[in-house]
């Protein structure tokens, strides 16, 4: 599907990208613009200073240069280590990379919030891997609530980035779950308002991250590069990393009340 830059006038491309989603219902959208607009790229910098305070930490995965805000979002953002086998890891990729690798990374987009990386969506399964995105909604999201039908496939090379940004919460509801294939990384969730004050996580490969209410509303996330990837002063060397990420639909009954700066947060 081609992407046309045509559609979208440019002063749209970036922090008004929910403004955006709500004149184009998701259904008449290509793909490729549908995984786009999740994202809405905050003015956040990555040369932020190195984590400096680690005290009484949670979680073995968070580390923070802020106690207030390791408190703060020690419920929302949770990681579970080895969710997926090898063999299951193996499974999905088998899946994912015939349809990928005839697409290009991309060094750069539009919205300038991923850099190389491609990326796909995908509803339909096989058995086996459609019984793992069965296991991640049923471990992320609560009783009643509804996923969005198709998987987010998203392909980062081993020089990719994804830059602080917060998905658009027009497009998809208080919860995000991801699996990690291929690669650990470290993920940076920084207070919208201070990008100085940050948590970083570290994302094992195999594991599913869970983000939802306040460190899915308030705060940006994204993926250190190379030369960024340190959890707790080690090194975490990045490879190329294969994500997998469910959401569920966004609250429809909150839309009309829903802008950047009233985030809805149940
Ligand atoms: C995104 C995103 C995180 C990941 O696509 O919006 O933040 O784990 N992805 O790949
Ligand atoms: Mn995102």
């Not at 990386?117 to 609560?142: C, G, H, L």
């Amino acid at each position: 599907m081609v992407f046309n830059h045509q559609l979208i006038p440019s002063y749209l491309m970036f922090n008004t990208c929910n403004a955006f989603a709500r004149v184009l219902p998701l259904k008449t959208l290509p793909v490729k613009t549908v995984c786009n607009v999740l994202r809405c790229l905050s003015n956040a910098t990555s040369n932020r200073d190195q984590l400096s305070v680690t005290t009484n930490v949670y979680t073995s995965y968070l580390d923070s240069n802020s106690q207030q805000t390791l408190d703060l979002i020690k419920d929302s953002f949770k990681v579970i280590d080895d969710f997926v086998t090898e063999d299951e890891e193996q499974s999905l990729f088998k899946e994912i990379e015939p349809y990928v690798k005839r697409l290009r990374y991309e060094t750069s987009h539009w919205d300038d919030a991923i850099h190389e990386y491609r990326e796909t969506e995908r509803s339909k399964w096989t058995q086996e891997n459609q019984r793992i995105i069965d296991r991640v909604r049923n471990t992320a999201f609560p009783a009643g609530v509804a996923p969005i039908r198709s998987v987010h496939v998203l392909d980062l090379a081993k020089t990719g980035v994804i830059k602080a940004h917060v998905d658009a919460v027009r497009f998809c509801g208080d919860t995000i779950a991801g699996i990690s294939l291929l690669s650990s990384s470290v993920m940076r969730l920084a207070d919208e308002t201070d990008n100085t004050v940050f948590v970083d996580a570290l994302i094992k490969r195999r594991s599913l991250y869970i983000m939802s209410g306040i460190a899915r509303y308030k705060f940006t996330h994204e993926i250190l590069g190379q030369q960024m990837s340190v959890f707790k002063g080690q090194a975490i060397p990045r490879d190329r990393r294969i994500s997998v990420i469910c959401r569920n639909q966004p609250d429809y009954s909150q839309r009309e009340d829903m802008n950047d700066n009233n985030y809805q947060i149940r």
